[in-house]
């Protein structure tokens, strides 16, 4: 992951702005940005954009009207479609954007019936959807930090862009069944298995399984009641159990199973156990 500081248009040091790109996910762009004193001129995007508001307000103008969006409000726009603004006077804007390109969200659209090798066009008023800032927050924030599988992040986004999609483009549509593909299903199971201390992607997935990283995502859950990231971190905190049991360290057990360190195993293991590993092994004694 590569970072770089400030949007186009360098805002001035009283506010604050980080873009980074995700080269594992085709070089996704992703930015963060506090807004008082500065707002963007009319200018439009390769990619299409998705913006998140955190705090604050703005009124960004696109689609020939000026809109109001607060906390919770997302924007969606079009590659190629101008915009501009920020900010009113004497308030600042925190948001969350991400640009996926036409390529990606061509992908997202293959889900759907009747888009062929057509993308997704987005064309209504501000969004308002609880679930679907939520899941773009949250694979936002999962891009912030090194201590975040890819695995996970993936799922988070195929997720939240094929929510966005199914609700919000023009005009929405229901996603095609995920069908019962049991013998992806199985293999990608069985991979994950087989490399829980790797930093698997949903590419490696699709690719041993012959289907569609985003197609998989779906298949997957709909057969097994988990993400592919839930079942690798329930297949490495059952690993881990195995190595406690062994009598191997804690620190240990974390390499091992495929955990960052011995804190990731814990925050996990504690959630599918119920108890901490130190406390397992000791009620295990």
Known sequence: MTSASEPSGNPPDA??????????????????????EFAFRPHAHEEFFIALTEEGVATPTYRGDTHVIGPGDLIALNPEEAHAGGSPAERSWTYRALYPGPDLMRRIAAEFPGYRSRGPEFGGDVVRDRELAARLRRFHRLSEPPLSSMLERETQLV?????????????????RPPGRERRAVLLSKE?????????????????????????L???FRAAVGMTPHAYQTQARVRRAKALLRAGLPIVEVAAEA????QAHLTRHFKRIVGLPP????????
Do not use: I, K, Q
């Not at 483009?169 to 996603?175: E, K, Q, S």
């Not at 698997?200 to 399984?209: F, G, I």
């Not at 130190?278 to 004694?285: E, I, L, N, S, W």
């Open 159 to 175: 997720e939240a862009l094929v929510l966005l999609v199914a609700r919000h483009a023009v005009p929405p549509r229901t996603p």
């Open 217 to 219: 995502c779906r298949v």
């Open 258 to 261: 495929g955990f960052y360190d």
């Open 191 to 215: 991979y994950l298995r087989e490399h829980l201390d790797e930093n698997v992607t949903l590419a490696a997935l699709a690719r041993n399984a012959e289907v569609s990283a985003f197609h």
């Open 278 to 285: 130190g406390r397992y092994v000791r009620d295990a004694t």
């Open 15 to 36: 506010d604050r702005a980080r873009m980074w790109w995700v080269a594992e996910l085709g070089g996704l762009e992703l930015l963060r940005a506090t807004l008082s």
